[in-house]
C-alpha cells in the first residue's frame, strides 16, 4: 500500500497494488522494469513483464459504490484460494486506488448515515435520496476531478498524476455511477473518438465489453454500450489515459447519489448498494480476465504506441512555438505543468533569430514569424506524442459534434500566449523550468516610490499581499515614461508618502513581496515623469483593500462557487467571506466592497414592492413579492460597491431597471428575433423523432474557443493585449451595454477560433457582449458572460478576474 497524498481536508490518498504471492520483484522493481520495456525509461531491457492494470474508485464522492467494490475486489485479489485470480496475477499486476474523492466521499457517505432510515426507504422522493448542496460528487473546492486529468489544479490530481505518471499503466478503469434508472454502462464507448486513439485502443475496448457482456448476460443482468460517454476532452480518467497509450475506460452502474442503500427503478425493479457493488465487482475481474488473456499483445501495442510517437507522428504539425518572456511566470508555470505530464520541451538550437512560417494561433492563419532563441519549442516527435498533439493543435479533431464536454482546449489559448504550429522540425536543446527565470532587482536607496508593472498572475499575488500589508497602492490609468522606462496601464506606484506609517519597514516589505512573487518591482527618486501624468495625478487612482463577499447555496452552482473560493484560497490566498444567496436580504453589504455572483439562477431573490393600487384590489395583497434582484443591491452598488456578475447570473438583470443590461438592443432587433423564432418554430414542425438530440445542435456550442475585441485602456483590461481569448460555455449571448463600458466584445462574425460551436450560433455571435462595466452611482456592476476561472484551469483568465475585484474600482 503506498500513500501517496492527501485531500485538502486532510484525508489520505492510497493505493494498493497486488502482486501474486510467488512474485519476489519488489514493487520498485516492477514498476522500473515496466517503465524500461514500454520504452519510457533508459535501462536493461528486463526478460519478465506483467500486464499492468489500475483501477480508479469514487473520483465522485456519491457514487458509493465504487469503494466499497474496491474493497471486494481487493479481496478477490487477496484470496489466495481463488484460482482464477492467482493465474491472471502470474502475468499481471494490478493497482486498486479505492478512492479518489475521499473528502466527496466522506461528505457523501456522512449526510447519508445521517438521514437513512431503517428499514432503507426505496421511495427516490424521500430525503435519504436527496443529497444537499454541494452534493458528495466533487471535491472540497466542488471541483469536478474527473475534469481534472489534463489542468492538474487539485490537490487530489496533481499528487495522483505524479504516481500515474510514474507507473504508466497499461489500462486504466475509472469507476463511476448514473443515474439509478440506467442499469449498467461499459465499454467500448460512444462517439465522438478523438482521431488520435489507435485502432488496437478501439479494440482491445470492444474485447473487453464482449467479456463483461458475457457475465452479464449470463446473470440476465441489463447493460448499454456505445452511448454518451464518448472519447475527446482529455480531462477524463478514461480519455487522459488513452492518449497517455492505456486502454481508458469509464464503467458507470445505475446508483448515484439518489441511490442510496435501495431504490425503487422505473421497471418495478428495487436496485440495491448490494447488488451495485456486484456488477462492479464483476467488471473489475472481467477487466483482470481480459488483461490476462491478452497480455502479450496489450504489452507489445503499448510499447508501440511511444516508439510510434517518437518516429511517426500522425499530426500534420510537428513542432509547436511558444512565444514568452523569460520572466513572464506564464512561462514558468507552462513549463512545469509540461513537466508534469512528462512532455519533453526545448529552446531553438540556432541561437540566431530566424524567419519561418507557421500557423499563428492568434491570427488563425499562416504567416512568417521569427523564431527566437527564448521560444518554447514543443515537438511532435517525442514519447508523449499523443498527449502533446492533443493538447496543442489548434483545432481539434473529432468526427462528430454531439459530445458531453467541451471541445477546445488548445493551450496556446488557454495561456494566451502567442503561438505557431508549424510543419516542419526545428533543431533544439533542452532547458529546464526554474532557470534564468528569477528577476534581478536593482533598486534606489531610500526611494520615491516603486513601481511595479501589470502583466501576470503574480503581479496579482503580489497586490494581494501587499494589501495584507495595509499599505496604500495606486494604479496608472495612463500609460507613462520614467528614467527612460515606458510602463503600461495598470502599473502599481506604491509612494512613500501616504505609507509614512511603516517607517522603513516600507522598503522592506515591499523588496520582500516582489522577490517572493519574483515581479518585475522597480524603484524611482522622482514623482515626475518624462511623458504621461506625474505621481500625484488623480490618474493614479487609489486602490484600497476590498472586502470581498461571494454567494453561495443552491441557487448558485456549485461549480463556479468553488472556482471563486479556490482562487481566493489557494492561488491569490486573499481573504473571502461566503454567504448563502438566499440570505440575501440579510447579509451586511454595508460591509462588503466586492460582491461576487457565480453562475446560478438566483430563484430565492425576491423583492418586496410596493403594489399599485390596482394590484391590491385585485390581489387583495398588502405587498407583493417578485422574483427580482432585491433593491438593496442597486443601493448598495450607488453608494460605491462593486457587484461582479458572472454568466446565468446575468439573467436576473436582463431588462431590470437601474442595473444596465438589456435583453435586445432595440425595439427593432426584438422584433427580428421574435420573427426568427417564430419561423424557426414553424419549419421545426415536421422535424424526425430520431433527429431529437441533432436537433439542438445549430443552437449549440459546447464549450468552444473565441477571440475577443479588447478595450485595454479600461481597467477590467489593464495587462492585456488586443486580443483575449475565451472559452464559451453555452450559446446565451446579450448585446452591448446601452450605457456602459463594452470592454470585451465580439465585433465580427469570423470570432470563432476552435472547437464546436452551431451555425446559428456563429450567425448570432457579431455585436455581442462578452465582459462590459456598468457605471451606477458610485459603484459598477461588470458583466463577465464567460466564466473566466472555468474549472480552474483557463490561465488567460485569472488577471482579468483580479482586474475585476481589485482594479476596477469605484
Ligand atoms: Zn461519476
Known sequence: MIKYGETYEGRPLIVAIITHPDNNLSVEDIRKNHMISSGLQEGEEPENDFALVWLSYSVHGNESSSTEAAMETLYSFANTSNENTMEWLKRTVLIIDPCMNPDGRDRYVQFYTMTGTNPASSDFSTREHEEPWPSGRTNHYHFDLNRDWTWLTQKETSQRMKLYNSWMPHIHVDYHEQNFDEPYYFAPAARPYHNQITSWQRELQKIIGKNHARYFDKNNWLYFTKEHFDLLYPGYGDTYPIYNGAIGMTYEKAGGGAGGISVATSDGDTL??????????????????????????????????????????????????????????????????????????????????????????????????????????????????????????????????????????????????????????????????????????????????????????????????????????????????????????????????????????????????????????TSVKSGMVSRGKDFGSSTMRVIKAPKVAVLSGQDVSSYNFGEVWHYFEQQIEYPLSVYSAEDIGSIPLEKIDVLIMPQGNYGSFVNQISPSEEIVEKTNADALLVNDPPEKILEWVDRGGRLIVIGSAMEKFVDKSGYGLVRYESKESKKAAQELKKKRKKESRLKKYEERNRSRLPDASYG???????????????????????????????????????????????????????????????????????????????????????????????????????????
Do not use: C
Open 272 to 521: 440495491t448498494l448490494r447488488s451495485r457493488i456486484k456488477h462492479h465487482h464483476i467488471t473489475g475481474l472481467s477487466t483482470m480476465e481480459s488483461a490476462y488473456k491478452h497480455k502479450d499483445r496489450i504489452i507489445k501495442e503499448f510499447k508501440y504506441f511511444f516508439k510510434k510517437g517518437l518516429d511517426n507522428p500522425i499530426s500534420k504539425y510537428k513542432t509547436f512555438v511558444i512565444k514568452a518572456e523569460l520572466n513572464d511566470p506564464k512561462r514558468e508555470d507552462l513549463l512545469r505543468w509540461l513537466d508534469s505530464h512528462g512532455i519533453e520541451y526545448g529552446r531553438p538550437k540556432d541561437d540566431r533569430a530566424r524567419s519561418i512560417r507557421g500557423l499563428s494561433y492568434f491570427l488563425d492563419e499562416n504567416v512568417s514569424f521569427r523564431v527566437e532563441e527564448n521560444d518554447i519549442i514543443i515537438s511532435a516527435d517525442q514519447k508523449k506524442s499523443v498527449l502533446t498533439q492533443v493538447l496543442f493543435e489548434p483545432k481539434t479533431h473529432y468526427e462528430d459534434s454531439l459530445t458531453y464536454d467541451i471541445t477546445a482546449w488548445s493551450i496556446p489559448y488557454v495561456y494566451g500566449l502567442e503561438a505557431y504550429a508549424l510543419e516542419t522540425v526545428i533543431p533544439q536543446v533542452n532547458i529546464e523550468a526554474n532557470k534564468s527565470s528569477k528577476v534581478i532587482h536593482q533598486w534606489n536607496k531610500n526611494p520615491y516610490a516603486y513601481l511595479n508593472p501589470w502583466h501576470s498572475i503574480n503581479d496579482l499575488k503580489f497586490l494581494s499581499d501587499v494589501f495584507k500589508k495595509d499599505i496604500v497602492v495606486r494604479v496608472s490609468e495612463e500609460p507613462f515614461e520614467i528614467d527612460g522606462v515606458s510602463y503600461d496601464r495598470g502599473t502599481l506606484v506604491i509612494s512613500r508618502k501616504a505609507n509614512e506609517k511603516l517607517g522603513l519597514k516600507f522598503d522592506t516589505i515591499l523588496r520582500d513581496l516582489s522577490k517572493k512573487h519574483n515581479t518585475n518591482m
Open 704 to 810: 468552444s474557443i473565441i477571440r475577443v475585441d479588447v478595450d485595454n485602456t479600461h481597467p477590467l483590461m489593464f495587462g492585456y493585449k488586443k486580443n483575449y481569448y475565451s472559452l464559451r460555455q453555452g450559446s446565451r449571448m446579450y448585446p452591448y451595454l446601452p450605457n456602459g463600458w463594452n470592454v470585451g466584445t465580439i465585433k465580427n462574425a469570423s470570432h470563432h477560433v476552435s472547437g464546436f460551436m452551431g451555425y446559428r450560433v456563429k450567425q448570432k455571435i457579431k455585436d455581442n457582449l462578452i465582459f462590459g462595466v456598468h457605471d451606477s452611482g458610485r459603484g459598477r456592476i461588470i458583466y463577465l458572460a464567460d466564466n473566466p476561472l472555468f474549472r480552474g484551469f483557463w490561465y488567460g483568465g485569472k488577471l482579468l478576474f483580479g482586474n475585476a475585484v481589485f482594479i476596477v474600482g469605484s
